[in-house]
């Protein structure tokens, strides 16, 4: 069963950087996939952030991409990522998951449970 | 960015009713249109890809349809455990985006 767990502060202070981690079992990063995340402002819709292959090969959504950071470590089996000077709009349930598969259009398949960053000073 | 409209943005509905949620793409998708089911909080579960192809443990009840701008989602008879929010999600272009969400409630 793969599983996603997301990691990292709960709190940053605007114009920092917010920093998070997704750890993945029951698969491997350098497996056939893309790894994304998703974002959602409390009690608002769903915003998708980007996504990293294991490759280091990213897509980012354009209204995040000058401050948007994603890595993958393969010795841990985690990908990571990085936005900076963050403001109370990035305030946020940041989801992880797998997908989607390369060369596919199939959607994220598996999430992680979520983690609430509130940025705030 | 492709825009995904959602109708209706909310609905009250009673166990054993048959229910439809409307997506609308702001240009054709082809067949890349998801759905997704969230109840509070928790992640988004994937119920529907591709317009029609229902996951693997995702009960028969759901099922989706359309292709190019206009696709729904039925729910034959609703179970007490549907009562959640809705997103469709389109995989059409590599920036993904989701719609608003519906949020079906009991009556």
């Known amino acids: 069963q793969v599983q996603l767990q997301e990691s990292g502060p709960g709190l940053v202070k605007p114009s920092g950087t917010l920093s998070l981690t997704c750890g993945v079992s029951?698969?491997?990063?350098?497996?056939?996939?893309?790894w994304t995340w998703v974002r959602q402002p409390p009690g608002k819709g769903l915003e998708w952030i980007g996504e990293?292959?294991?490759?280091?090969?990213?897509n980012y959504n354009p209204s995040l991409e000058s401050r948007v950071a994603m890595s993958v470590d393969m010795s841990q089996n985690h990908f990571a990522l990085k936005l900076t000077s963050v403001t109370a709009a990035d305030t946020a349930v940041y989801y992880c998951?797998?997908?989607?598969?390369?060369?596919?259009?199939?959607?994220?398949?598996?999430w992680g449970q979520g983690t609430l960053v509130t940025v705030s000073s | 960015d492709i825009q995904l409209t959602q109708s209706p943005s909310s609905l009250s509905a009673s166990v054993g009713d048959r229910v439809t949620f409307t997506c609308r793409a702001s240009?054709?998708?082809?067949?890349?249109l998801n759905w997704y089911q969230q109840k509070p909080g928790k992640a988004p579960k994937l119920l529907i890809s591709?317009?029609?192809n229902l996951r693997i443990g995702v009960p028969s009840r759901f099922s989706g349809s359309g292709s190019g701008t206009d696709f729904t989602l039925t729910i034959s008879s609703l179970q007490p455990e549907d009562f959640a929010t809705y997103y469709c999600?389109?995989?059409?272009?590599?920036?993904?985006?989701f719609g608003q969400g519906t949020r079906l409630d009991i009556k």
């Open positions: 998951a797998r997908g989607p598969r390369v060369a596919s259009r199939d959607p994220p398949d598996y």
């Open positions: 029951g698969d491997s990063i350098s497996s056939n996939f893309w």
């Open positions: 990293i292959y294991h490759t280091g090969n990213t």
């Open positions: 240009q054709s998708l082809n067949i890349y």
């Open positions: 591709a317009a029609s």
């Open positions: 999600q389109q995989s059409y272009s590599t920036l993904i985006t």
